[in-house]
């Protein structure tokens, strides 16, 4: 099985830029694709960014097209979350997933979670 641990929330102010980091342990072999979710007070659980284990494939949510960039270091067993301009919405805590199945987006597909960091953005 495999765990994934989440770093690199922090405050900051609107317009500024953070790197989170999701470091990948155990059975990451298994794992076709990996995700970033974000949840927000009061709102489910959405969809931000997601890399297949290759990296060769991405996918975004429109909120974060053109300011996220997702990436992965499989050498390290990382995958990382550049968020540039950052906007006082994009407040939440910040999750890493892991899934068997494949890239996605539904929450559903992917099986292990981390705890999770939190982001705030200040406006």
């Known amino acids: 099985q495999v765990q994934v641990a989440e770093s690199g929330g922090g405050l900051v102010q609107a317009g500024d830029s953070l790197r989170l980091s999701c470091a990948t342990s155990?059975?990451?072999?298994?794992?076709?694709?990996m995700g970033w979710f974000r949840q927000a007070p009061g709102k489910e659980r959405e969809f931000v960014a997601a890399?297949?284990?290759?990296?060769?494939?991405?996918s975004y949510a429109d909120s974060a097209k053109g300011r996220f960039t997702i990436s992965r270091d499989n050498a390290k067993n990382t995958v990382n979350l550049e968020m540039n301009s950052l906007k006082p919405e994009d407040t939440g805590v910040y999750y890493c997933?892991?899934?068997?199945?494949?890239?996605?987006?539904?929450?559903?597909?992917?099986?292990?979670w981390g705890q999770g960091t939190q982001v705030t953005v200040s406006s």
């Open positions: 997933a892991a899934s068997r199945r494949g890239l996605g987006t539904a929450a559903i597909i992917y099986e292990t």
């Open positions: 155990g059975r990451t072999d298994s794992t076709k694709a």
């Open positions: 890399i297949t284990r290759s990296g060769d494939v991405t």
